[in-house]
C-alpha cells in the first residue's frame, strides 16, 4: 500500500472519495483495531437499515475505539444513531461515502460540525513517488489498482461496469441505463472543454434537462467534476461555461470512444489535463491548502487550463503534451498577469526544458507533478 499525504484526524470524521481510491486500504492501515461495519456487505446492510438502533447493540458497552462504517450513504438514518453515540459514549467514527447524493438529498444529519470531511483522491505522483510513470499515468490513471495490477485495461473496464451496475442500476438513479450509458460515452468527448448542454444533449438525443440531472450524478458519485471560469475583477468579457472532467484520466480513457479518425492529440491533451487536475485536487484537499479550483477563457478565446486562488495567493497553470516550448504558448498566460499582475503563472510541458520566460516558470509536467506541494505552497 502507497502511503498517502492525508492524515487521520483525532476525532469523527467523514472520507469521500470515488470507489476504489483506497478509502477502505487507508483506513485499515490507520485504524486497524476499529469495529467495522462495511454496507457493502448484505449482512451489516439488511441489518442496520432494518434498525438503525441496532448499531449502538453491535458495539460493546466498554469499548472505546474507533468505529468504521463503510459506504454510509447506503443507510442514511444511521447517522442520527452515530450523532448520539458521539455524544452520549464518546465514540469516535470514520464514515466513508462514494456518493454524496442520498445524503445530500435527503437532507440526512451530518453530525452538526461534529465530524470533519476528508476527500480521498486517486494517487498523486507525490504518494506514488519512485513509482511515479508520467506515461503510464497518463494512459491507465491513477488509481490504486490500476497502479499495480498487471492489466489495467481490464482493470478499468471492469470498474466502468461495475459503477454502471451498483451505483446507478441497482440504486434506481437512472430510469433508462443504455440511455445513462450513451450519455457517458458523450460527456466524454467534452473532457476538459467548456460544457455546452445543448450539444451534449442533442448528441445524445435526450432532453437538456436529463443532460444535465445526468452530469449532477456524475458529480454525486463523485466521478466527475466541473471547473468553474475565473470571473474575479474581470477586466474582460468572459466565458460562461465550466469546464467538465471525469476524475481520473485512466476511467476517461475507459468511457472515450476511439476509432480510426481519432488522433492522440484529442484523447491524450485532455488526459493529461485530468491527471494534472487530479494531483492539484489530491494535494489540496490532503494538505487542506484551501484552493478553489477554475480556468480562465476570455470572450475572445484566450484561455488558461487552471486558475488556483485562496489564501495562499493567485496561481495559473497551463497543461499540453507537447516536448517543444515556444514562445508564443505562453501568451494566454502573459494576458493573465497582465490582469492579475499578483499571479504565479506555470507552464507545464512534455519535454524537458526547464526556464523562466517572461515572468512565467516553465516546468515539464513530470517534474511539475513530483513537486506539486512545494508549487502550491509556494516554497
Known amino acids: 500500500m502507497y502511503a498517502r499525504l492525508q492524515k487521520c484526524p483525532t476525532r469523527s470524521f467523514f472520507l469521500f472519495g470515488p470507489r476504489g481510491t483506497g478509502k477502505t486500504a487507508w483506513l485499515k492501515a490507520h485504524l486497524p483495531d476499529a469495529i467495522v461495519f462495511d454496507l457493502l456487505r448484505s449482512e451489516d446492510f439488511q441489518r442496520l437499515s432494518a434498525a438503525p438502533q441496532r448499531l449502538a447493540e453491535a458495539i460493546p ?12 450513504q447506503r443507510v442514511p438514518e444511521l447517522l442520527n444513531e452515530v450523532h448520539r453515540l458521539i455524544e452520549h459514549r464518546k465514540l469516535r467514527f470514520a464514515l ?19 465530524a ?43 470498474y466502468v461496469a461495475t459503477y454502471l451496475r451498483e451505483e446507478v442500476q441497482q440504486e434506481g ?17 467534452s473532457q476538459g472543454t467548456p460544457l455546452n448542454m445543448a450539444a451534449v444533449a442533442r448528441e445524445c438525443a435526450v432532453t437538456a434537462k436529463l443532460a444535465e440531472s445526468h452530469f449532477v450524478l456524475l458529480e454525486d458519485l463523485l466521478l466527475a467534476t466541473r471547473v468553474p471560469v475565473f470571473t474575479r475583477r474581470a477586466r474582460r468579457r468572459m466565458t460562461a461555461h465550466p469546464k467538465f472532467y471525469f476524475f481520473d484520466c485512466g476511467v476517461y480513457r475507459a468511457l472515450r470512444p476511439r476509432g480510426p479518425l481519432d488522433v492522440d492529440a484529442e484523447i491524450d491533451g485532455p488526459a493529461l ?28 478565446g484566450a484561455e488558461v487550463d487552471f486558475v488556483l486562488y485562496g489564501e495562499r495567493g493567485l496561481l495559473a497553470f497551463e497543461v499540453k503534451r507537447h516536448a517543444r516550448v515556444r514562445d508564443d504558448d505562453v501568451a494566454s498566460l502573459a494576458q493573465f498577469r497582465d490582469d492579475y499582475p499578483e499571479a504565479r503563472t506555470y507552464f507545464l510541458h512534455g ?10 516558470e516553465i516546468i515539464p509536467i513530470g517534474d511539475a507533478l513530483v513537486e506539486l506541494d512545494a508549487l502550491l505552497q509556494g516554497s
Open 61 to 72: 458497552r466498554e469499548f472505546r475505539g474507533w468505529v468504521v462504517i463503510d459506504e454510509v
Open 96 to 114: 466513508t461515502g462514494s456518493s454524496a447524493r442520498a445524503l445530500r438529498r435527503r437532507g440526512v444529519n451530518l453530525l452538526a460540525g461534529r
Open 116 to 158: 470533519r470531511t476528508l476527500r480521498m483522491h486517486p494517487l498523486a505522483a507525490l504518494e506514488l513517488a519512485s513509482d511515479f510513470d508520467l506515461r503510464r499515468a497518463v494512459r491507465f490513471g491513477t488509481l490504486p489498482f490500476a497502479c499495480t495490477t498487471d492489466d489495467p485495461d481490464v482493470y478499468l473496464r471492469d
Open 173 to 189: 438513479l437512472v430510469r433508462s441505463l443504455a440511455t445513462f450509458s450513451r450519455f457517458l460515452e458523450t460527456a466524454s468527448f
Open 273 to 300: 489535463e485530468t491527471l494534472f487536475l487530479a494531483n492539484v485536487r489530491a494535494v489540496n484537499d490532503a494538505l487542506d491548502l484551501g484552493y478553489q479550483i477554475h480556468y480562465w477563457r476570455t470572450g475572445a
Open 351 to 360: 519535454g524537458t526544458e526547464r526556464r523562466h520566460h517572461d515572468g512565467t
